[in-house]
């Protein structure tokens, strides 16, 4: 596919529980981004991984939030014990070098944790 | 920290009228690039624009120009022809052009464009 891919579309969950998020970035983009958007909000930055690390990891809220990107393509954003309060989209953007790179995003992950 | 603010929660416009979308921004750094994305009911956030600071010249895409004024920090967003498909959430974001610094873009709280036949 051409665009950043995102799955799944919609996820609900029960509080207490575990959540996987995927993110597909467009092929050949070595820089990787995943950001939350609450209702009303805009988006707020979380994470950023330039190819297998994390450049950048001060936006995650808490430890119970990690991504990973274990070979420098797919991402996971991973969220323990869920709270009501994680319920937002969360949008995950790639670009293809830093600095004067735009960013792309994905259609996002609707999360509702009930 | 940088932050960045858009004033207007919502704003109207007659379908082939012009409307300004404002947002200010603060920061102690002197080159950085501003964006305007779009975001349809779809979620997918959609670049509209983009101004690099150094650059005097306002950017312009089709029906779609910025008013970037440095000194004041703003960066307003002229669409001009609106159309029915220009109706959108609009947000502002600021990124830092500092090699070794963030490269997260930090965004204002969007405008709701809504564009009447």
């Known amino acids: 596919g051409a665009g950043v891919s995102q799955t799944p579309s919609n996820k609900v969950t029960e509080k207490g529980k575990y959540v996987e998020l995927r993110c597909d970035p467009i092929?050949?983009?070595?820089?990787l981004y995943w950001y939350r958007q609450s209702l009303g909000q805009g988006p707020e930055f979380l994470i950023y991984?330039?190819?297998?690390?994390?450049?950048?990891d001060s936006g995650l809220p808490n430890d119970r939030f990690f991504a990973v990107r274990p070979e420098g393509s797919v991402s996971t954003l991973k969220i323990q014990r869920t709270e009501r309060g994680d319920s937002a989209v969360y949008l995950c953007?790639?670009?293809?070098?830093?600095?004067?790179?735009?960013?792309?995003f994905g259609p996002g992950t609707r999360l509702t944790v009930l | 920290a940088q932050t960045v603010t858009q004033s207007q929660p919502e704003m109207s416009v007659q379908e082939a009228e012009t409307v300004t979308l404002s947002c200010t921004y603060d920061?102690?750094?002197?080159?950085?690039?501003l964006f305007w994305y779009k975001q349809p009911p779809s979620r997918q956030m959609i670049l509209v624009i983009r101004?690099?600071?150094?650059?005097?010249q306002n950017a312009t895409e089709n029906r779609f120009s910025v008013n970037f004024q440095k000194a004041a920090k703003s960066f307003s967003l002229k669409i001009s022809d609106s159309q029915l498909g220009d109706a959108a959430m609009y947000f502002c974001?600021?990124?830092?052009?500092?090699?070794?610094?963030?490269?997260?873009?930090?965004f204002g709280k969007g405008t709701k464009l809504t564009v009447n036949p």
């Open positions: 920061t102690s750094e002197s080159d950085y690039y």
């Open positions: 953007a790639s670009s293809s070098s830093t600095i004067t790179d735009t960013q792309y």
């Open positions: 974001a600021y990124r830092s052009s500092h090699q070794g610094g963030s490269e997260k873009l930090v």
């Open positions: 101004q690099e600071a150094y650059k005097q």
């Open positions: 092929s050949g983009h070595t820089a």
């Open positions: 991984f330039q190819g297998t690390g994390a450049a950048d």
